[in-house]
């Protein structure tokens, strides 16, 4: 049986919501950051931004972190720093859904944004990230 913990990986879905009229704003911010996560973070296996198929003010960050360590290192990216400060102008909604095992460190520093958020921890399977 598999071990999880903060050395495996795990999956975080950021839901964000966007003001009326800030989409196109919203989606050049969107990608530089994306652009300046896959250049700095090697311990970012996946990340992509989806959109809502049933709302077009509504979009999901999808991304899978080697590690916690990689959490970490993705949340003190000076980049991802100015992007959440940007989000609080054009977006009006943004919780995180975590889907694996993370220490309780990685647990708060993820509550520490104050924003949404829940943690499923896993009880069985594999992964092959």
């Known amino acids: 049986m598999a071990v999880f913990n903060q050395t495996t990986p ?16 919203y989606l050049e911010l969107a990608q530089a950051t994306d652009a300046a996560v896959q250049r700095s973070e090697p311990g970012m296996i996946h990340h ?3 959109q809502d198929p049933d ?3 509504g979009f999901v960050w999808s991304e899978v972190y080697a590690n916690d360590a990689a959490f970490s290192a993705h949340v003190s990216n000076p980049p991802v720093q100015d992007y959440l400060k940007k989000h609080a102008e054009l977006g009006d909604g943004f919780s995180i859904e975590v889907y694996g095992t993370v220490s309780d460190d990685c647990k708060k520093l993820m ?3 104050g924003l949404p958020l ?3 921890e ?4 594999y992964s092959r990230v």
């Open 10 to 25: 795990f999956m975080l879905l950021a839901r964000i919501h966007v003001k009326l009229g800030c989409v196109d704003a």
């Open 48 to 50: 992509t931004f989806d």
């Open 55 to 57: 709302d077009p003010l």
């Open 111 to 113: 509550a520490s944004f």
């Open 118 to 120: 829940k943690i499923f």
């Open 122 to 125: 896993t009880k069985l399977g």
